[in-house]
C-alpha cells in the first residue's frame, strides 16, 4: 500500500495571507536597496571566497586597533557601513535560505501527496472502464492517457 497523506499540515487562509504580506515588506524594503546586476557583471565583480573574507576580517581589526597604521586613501566609515550591510545580507540570506529550504519541503511533499491522489483516481477510472464500462470513466481514462505516452502493451512486430 502507498504512502497516502504524508502531508497533513496545511496552512490556514489567515497563516498564507500573513506569509504572503511579510514576503511582501521584505521585499518593499530590499526593492530600495538592490542592485540590478546583470549575470555578467554578477560574474565580473565575483564572489568574495572565505579566505577573502578573513582578509577583509583582518583589516578591519587592525584599523580598529591601530588606526594610524591604516592609509588615509580608503573612506574607512565607508568601509565599516559596507562591512556590516555585507555582514548583515549575509545573515538575512541564511535565513532566506533556510526559508526557501522550508518551503520546498512543504511544497515537495503536498506534490507527492496530489500525485498520489491523482494516480489513485486514475486507477480507480481505468478499473472501472475495463470492468464495468461505467458511464464517464471510458472519456476519463481516454483524456487522462495523454499523460502516459509510454505506457500500454507494446506491439512486437513480426519479420
Not at 524594503?29 to 576580517?57: A, C, D, W
Not at 500525485?115 to 470492468?131: G, I, M, P, V
Not at 464517464?136 to 495523454?146: A, C, F, N, R, S
Amino acid at each position: 500500500m502507498p504512502f497516502d497523506n504524508l502531508a497533513k499540515n496545511h496552512f490556514t487562509d489567515d497563516q498564507k495571507q500573513q506569509l504572503l504580506d511579510a514576503f511582501h515588506t521584505v521585499s518593499t524594503i530590499l526593492h530600495q536597496n538592490n542592485y540590478n546586476l546583470t549575470p555578467k557583471e554578477r560574474s565580473k565583480f565575483g564572489k568574495v571566497g572565505n579566505q577573502m573574507k578573513l582578509f577583509i576580517n583582518k583589516i578591519r581589526d587592525l584599523r580598529r586597533n591601530a588606526p594610524e597604521l591604516s592609509t588615509d586613501d580608503v573612506d574607512w566609515e565607508e568601509f565599516e557601513a559596507d562591512y556590516q550591510t555585507r555582514k548583515f545580507a549575509e545573515q538575512a540570506l541564511f535565513i532566506v535560505n533556510s526559508i526557501a529550504t522550508m518551503l520546498l519541503n512543504i511544497k515537495v511533499l503536498h506534490d507527492r501527496d496530489n500525485l498520489q491522489a491523482a494516480l489513485n483516481d486514475y486507477h480507480y477510472s481505468t478499473y472501472k472502464k475495463e470492468n464495468s464500462q461505467q458511464a464517464g470513466h471510458v472519456e476519463k481514462v481516454d483524456e487522462l492517457k495523454i499523460f502516459f505516452p509510454k505506457t500500454g502493451k507494446k506491439k512486437i512486430k513480426k519479420e
